[in-house]
């Protein structure tokens, strides 16, 4: 038999060996089950656990009775919850927000320093330290007897202390303490990717310095920016050591809500409610972040297109 005869007698593949070749050649799917497993225990499992809590009635000595009801919700419409979200929408938002002016100058310092290693060092060392031994350290700062105010007093600016503790100010600084490296580390990442020569070209085209800043650097570091905000904003927002320990009564959040709805009333279909919020509000921040990933990226690919066109004109120019 001849070759020729042979390849004509071969049979073609179907579909199911065109799909094992496949798997066999690509085992993707293989190495992704221990992280889809750990996703669904550690976070799917969990998260619609607290979505069926909310929707089912509170127990008598806590827990949960097997009941449909909407009452977890309809609670949260009381006018003191009402004051407590708004409470802490205005104390995240102000902390996101003084977060990011400090992390704006900061990331821009580190992008154009020749000691980048050194200062991200710095800037991660705090992460060595436990969380609350650094709120502790800024109790002992801020305290009615503490360093600040003795140093007023020394000083002859005060007679008696001032009440810097256990305010909504004192809330804003430790969160901004805590989570501002979460701020610098992407927007230095955005910035350090930036090309100066644009603010340059800004310059010699008639800009000064600020607005070749606010016209051309900022919006090539959207990116940077929006993650900055997702990451500082989403912990600060469901917070609960730091308005507990700085923040005083005054200055509860909905972190510090649910907490005692688990452990003190034991209502937890509220808890759970309130939780809803929380996971709604990080739901819509990462949604946001990606959005603005997504529109950065099709301005860059638009925008290479654009300069690959125009090169490809002038040579075609040259050429004729």
Partial sequence: MSRRDETKSEKPPTAETKLKKSKLSNPGALYAWPMGVWFAVFFVAPLAIIVLYSFLKKGLYGGVEWVFSLKAYSQMLNPNYGILVIRTLKLSVLSTLFTILIALPCGYAMARSRHQTILLFLVIIPFWTNSLIRIFAWMSILNNDGILNQILRSMG?????????????????????????????????????????????????????????????????????????????????????VPLLVGGKDSYMIGNIIVDQVQKTRNWPLAAAFSMVLTLVSTAGVLWMMLAGKREAALTKTSAKEENYAESSISTGALK
């Fill in 157 to 241: 600016l005060v007679k008696d202390y001032i009440k810097f503790l256990y305010t909504g100010s004192a809330v804003v600084l430790v969160s901004v303490y805590m989570y501002i490296p979460y701020a610098i580390l992407p927007i230095f990442t955005a910035v350090d990717r930036f090309d100066f020569s644009l603010l340059e070209a800004a310059q010699d085209l008639g800009a000064n310095k600020l607005q070749a800043i606010l016209k051309v650097l900022l919006p090539n570091i959207k990116s940077g920016i929006s993650t900055g905000i997702v990451f500082t904003f989403i912990p600060i927002f469901g917070a609960y050591t």
